[in-house]
T-cell receptor, first 115, second 110 residues
Framework: NAGVTQTPKFRILKIGQSMTLQCTQD?????MYWYRQDPGMGLKLIYY???????DKGEVPNGYNVSRSTTEDFPLRLELAAPSQTSVYFC??????????????FGEGSRLTVL | GDSVTQMEGPVTLSEEAFLTINCTYT??????LFWYVQYPGEGLQLLLK?????DKGSNKGFEATYRKETTSFHLEKGSVQVSDSAVYFC?????????FGTGTSLTVIP
């Protein structure tokens, strides 16, 4: 029962480095999301995808890129890391996206520090 | 725009105390409302939900009622346990995306 799996769990980057956060789900969900969680700020949507080959920007997309080549995988790419990207990142998926969506299924999170 | 406001923490309670975490929302249309819980070191998981006015969501002894007249979805539990220590997030879904509150940290002491 894997659900949503994120790697790595922890990472320290230097300013200007790049990296990819991996996310995979085994529930055959069409909808996938990347959120960042900052202290006292709740969760902010970075990017989302409604299916393979389709992605769109969320609330805070600057500095990030995504791709969705398969239903299962939704990697998040950080180019030229900046201290402002220090955060905890959560990948999530859902079966549908309408207002009656049952729930979002979350991964365990990836804690990223940019120094 | 659409948003959720929930009471700030941290909240510390003794075991068996009564819990209320306030949540109010602003939304156009008719959102669905949710409470998510995040245990230490884990991702968020759904605790309960309500999809229309006057609906009551319940799970694990927690309850919340969708109050359209007061735009609220307060979380309550009659007798908290140490295992309820976690961060609780109120959220709404308007059909386009989820909006989350800032989270309320709850610590229950024996």
């Amino acid at each position: 029962n894997a659900g949503v799996t994120q790697t790595p769990k922890f990472r320290i980057l230097k300013i200007g480095q790049s990296m990819t956060l991996q996310c995979t789900q085994d529930m055959n969900h069409n909808y996938m999301y990347w959120y960042r969680q900052d202290p006292g700020m709740g969760l902010k949507l970075i990017y989302y995808s409604v299916g393979a080959g389709i992605t769109d920007k969320g609330e805070v997309p600057n500095g990030y890129n995504v791709s969705r080549s398969t239903t299962e995988d939704f990697p998040l790419r950080l180019e030229l890391a900046a201290p402002s990207q220090t955060s905890v990142y959560f990948c999530a998926s859902s079966y549908s996206r309408g207002r009656n969506t049952g729930e979002l299924f979350f991964g365990e999170g990836s804690r990223l520090t940019v120094l | 725009g659409d948003s959720v406001t929930q009471m700030e923490g941290p909240v510390t309670l003794s075991e068996e105390a009564f819990l209320t975490i306030n949540c109010t929302y602003t939304a156009t249309g008719y959102p669905s409302l949710f409470w998510y819980v995040q245990y230490p070191g884990e991702g968020l998981q759904l605790l309960l939900k309500a999809t229309k006015a006057d609906d009551k969501g319940s799970n694990k002894g927690f309850e919340a009622t969708y109050r359209k007249e007061t735009t609220s979805f307060h979380l309550e539990k009659g007798s908290v346990q140490v295992s309820d220590s976690a961060v609780y997030f109120c959220a709404l879904n308007t059909g386009n995306q989820f909006y989350f509150g800032t989270g309320t940290s709850l610590t229950v002491i024996p």
